[in-house]
């Protein structure tokens, strides 16, 4: 069985420190950029160079590679190029309020057209109620007064030499004419009226109608001559209100004259306050308290109209703007309309209109998370709404009862490249689910968790090291601290031949052996103090595997670390307890008799294994019968069950051990409790490989510590996770002294020799196995079995 045997320098790959011609990381020169990420790279600046449509990015990867840092430097890289951005502002429109216009300016333009036109307003409430009541408008008011006056003394006189023949007489009294009835050339009084019969009074109607008919055109003048008057002053007044605001508003027009949309604006503006001067008037006094404050409130609202909401104000932005919103639900992301509450009524009006982060955005690059854009309602339909539509159309997504007056504002044309960053299981998801997913992120940046350890690669871990030294204060790294790091660099990524991309891991390193060479007031960090830091991290996180260990102990978990059994053996499974992963053994029996149900996973039956689990149980039911039942039926009942085991069970790495247990309980041959198996299997017996090799070796190492060793421990591991191992030198030097082993094997027939001392068995030519093999005995009880299940039908 020694050529099993896994040697020793094949349990963990050493860091070469020749490689590093440096003592310190204070002779290093740092590294600011990505390692190992090169794919990755060159797939966003690709994404990111390509301005057409569709050409988004989703970057997919695991945390701790880099993905968010550098696609936010990367695109503020790509952001100094993207100098057109413009500044956003929303403005009441004078045709369609309910629509309010948006106006696209310049950068730095949109707050100079805000703070003019609040300075035109102001200007003008002080200035059209001068103008008005000056005294050269005031003396021209007058002469409009006195042509009318004269007008209506000529007309007054021409009447009333109609009105002489009946007997009557007109008078122009406070804008009205009055008829009197004349007696004795006299108007007749109050008196002599009450006095006259209704003979009398009949006649004077009569004769009064006959006044009104032959004076009509008459009158008609006159009442012509009172609309003259109002339109004459409203004229005057007018224009004199025009002058007044052209000379405060084409300077405004000067300096924005470049913008076509803003100088139409400017002058619907004009023509707005030409047709509501009125409201620019000095407010006369008034007693009503309510009415003056109800007004006031009144001109509040009207005055708003020419307020500009400066939506987006890019003039402090050099380049384009890269933004990462951090909480991108709907109204952060896509803009919102405000409302506010007047007497329980809820109103909103354009100055209320909120941007959000594709709004910032705009003209640059929008950076979210894709679990946060897919958890939160609506925003995932409204972000692909815009990207196909081009354009960005702020609608608020619930409607409340209260609402008086709703917005739809016009919408803002959209420039954009969204960096989506999430992981590979949503990318999938979305890739599989949404076709518009594909038509909108065409470009794919996928990170890697791992890279080649190369020296190069090395080296670059010495001066990413370095570069954290500097940019965070920490202590200078001697050379082999340095070795350790790039060790613990290929435990992580669990392969001697890689390094990981997760440098979140290592900078948790860096900080925490700083901290202890400074609590020990060491010059700089050693390999003592990184293999501490590690350590204390164990010790931090593993209160579950020590107390796991405590119930091995006690037997109050069973686990038989020596001696043989037959249908009974340890397996190992990978707990994850967080920031921890741990190996734990797990005893696993297999119980064979008569019948022809096949092979019965316990776990499976009640609900407590993985789909992974129960195919590996349903290799086991292949490899038997393609091994023992190919000229015959096979007759088989097996049951077999993690022991002690209350959670659910997933993956197929225990297929090959629940394999062993079987052979061993049809062979009735022992197993060798001291060695733990893993590895999966296929039909044909091959060996695969598995997963949390260290994890899971490393645990049944301690658990055999605890115990007490007797020589004879070791674990069973597939041939192909032999690059896998990292193992810590406790475990090294365990199997260096020779009281813990290693195996890896290609074959079923490899590991059962192992654990059972005696061979597997190869068919001979007339088709049987050799005597005194596994599969001898095997063949032989299945047979028995056949035999009795006749006899009992």
């Known amino acids: 069985m020694d050529n099993y045997k896994i040697s020793i320098n094949q349990l963990k790959k050493e860091c070469d420190l020749s490689l590093f011609d440096f003592n310190t990381t204070e ?143 007109f008078e ?69 209100v025009k ?140 972000l692909k709404r815009c990207l196909m539509s081009d354009e960005i159309r702020i609608e608020n997504v619930s409607k409340e009862s209260l609402i008086s007056e709703s917005l739809r504002p ?22 599989t689910n949404d076709d518009d997913f594909k038509k909108l992120f065409r470009i794919r940046a996928d990170f890697d968790v791992e890279m080649k350890r190369t020296e190069e690669n090395m080296m670059l871990i ?23 790091i790039v060790e613990y660099s290929s435990k992580l990524a669990e392969d001697q031949r890689k390094l990981t991309c997760r440098f979140n891991y290592i900078v948790e390193l860096l900080y925490e052996a700083d901290a202890l060479g400074r609590s020990e007031k060491s010059s700089i960090v050693t390999e003592y103090h990184i293999e501490k830091a590690l350590q204390h991290k164990m010790y931090r996180n593993n209160k579950y595997e020590t107390k796991l260990h405590e119930l091995f102990e006690d037997e109050t978990l069973l686990l038989q670390t020596n001696g043989y059994e037959i249908g009974q053996i340890n397996g190992l499974a990978v707990m994850d307890s967080g920031q921890y992963s741990f190996g734990r053994p797990n005893k696993i029996t297999v119980s064979t ?72 309980s049809l062979s009735e041959i022992p197993i060798n409790q001291a060695i733990a198996v893993t590895g999966s299997i296929n039909q044909k017996g091959k060996i695969q490989p598995i997963g949390g090799a260290n994890e899971k070796i490393e645990g049944y190492f301690k658990v055999c510590k605890a115990k007490g060793f007797n020589g004879d421990e070791g674990v069973i591991i597939p041939y192909q996770n032999v690059n896998n191992l990292m193992l810590s030198q406790e475990v090294i030097e365990a199997v260096k002294n020779g009281v813990f082993t290693i195996y890896s094997i290609k074959n079923v027939d490899e590991g059962i020799e192992i654990l059972t001392g005696m061979s597997a068995g190869k068919l001979n030519e007339e088709g049987n196995y050799p005597k005194d093999t596994i599969y001898y005995f095997v063949e032989k009880k299945l047979d028995s079995f056949a035999q009795y299940n006749k006899e009992y039908e």
């Open 593 to 664: 008799f008569v019948g022809e149900d096949g092979i019965i996973s316990i776990e499976r039956e009640v609900d407590q294994s993985g789909s992974s689990y129960d195919k590996g149980v349903l290799i086991l039911n292949g490899y038997i019968g393609d091994k023992f039942a190919k000229d015959r039926p096979l007759s088989l009942s097996a049951s077999i069950t993690f022991e002690q085991s209350y959670d659910i069970i997933d993956g197929d790495s225990a297929s090959s051990t629940e394999l062993y247990a079987l052979l061993s």
């Open 172 to 240: 122009y009294i406070d804008g009205g004419l009055v008829t009197y009835p004349l007696v004795d050339g006299k108007p007749m009084s109050k008196q002599q009226l009450e006095k006259l019969d209704s003979e009398s009074i009949k006649l004077l109607k009569e004769e009064s109608s006959k006044l009104q008919s032959d004076t009509f055109d008459t009158i008609k003048k006159l009442k012509n001559e009172e609309n003259n008057l109002s339109n004459k002053i409203e004229k005057l007044n007018k224009e004199i």
């Open 410 to 431: 016009e919408a803002i044309p959209l420039d954009i490249k969204i960096i989506i960053i999430g992981d590979y299981y949503l990318y999938q998801l979305l890739y």
């Open 27 to 169: 002779e290093v020169e740092d590294w600011e950029g990505l390692i190992g990420q090169e794919r990755a790279m060159e797939a966003l600046k690709f994404g990111l160079s390509i301005n057409r449509k569709g050409y988004n990015i989703y970057v997919s990867g695991l945390t701790g590679t880099g993905r968010n840092s550098y696609s936010y430097s990367l695109a503020k890289e790509f952001s100094k190029d993207k100098g057109k951005c413009k500044d956003w502002c929303y403005v009441y429109n004078f045709i369609k309020p309910e629509s309010p216009k948006s106006v696209g300016l310049e950068k730095g333009q949109g707050i100079i057209l805000k703070k003019e036109l609040e300075k035109l307003i102001t200007s003008l409430q002080n200035e059209i109620p001068k103008v008005l009541s000056s005294k050269t408008h005031e003396e021209k008011i007058d002469d409009i007064y006195k042509e009318y006056e004269f007008i209506i003394e000529k007309t007054v006189d021409e009447l009333n030499k109609t009105a002489i023949e009946y007997n009557f007489e």
């Open 462 to 484: 010495a001066k990413f090291v370095s570069h954290h030294c500097k940019k965070d204060d920490l202590l200078p790294f001697d050379k082999k601290s340095i070795g350790k």
């Open 243 to 382: 002058q007044t605001i052209e000379f405060n508003i084409n300077p405004i027009k000067s300096i924005l004259s470049s913008n076509e949309e803003v100088i139409r604006y400017l002058d619907e503006v004009k023509t707005d306050i030409i047709e509501n001067y009125e409201k620019f008037k000095e407010e006369e006094s008034e007693d009503n308290q309510l009415k003056l404050l109800q007004k006031k409130v009144d001109d509040k609202d009207f005055f708003t109209r020419y307020e500009v909401n400066l939506f987006i104000d890019n003039s402090n932005l050099n380049g384009g703007p890269v933004i990462k919103e951090i909480n991108p639900n709907y109204y952060n992301l896509l803009g919102k309309i405000e409302y506010i509450n007047q007497l329980g009524v809820l109103k909103t009006d354009h100055t209320r209109i909120k941007p959000g982060a594709i709004h910032e955005a705009n003209g640059g690059y929008l950076i979210v998370q894709a679990k946060d854009i897919l958890k939160s309602p609506y925003v995932w339909e409204g």
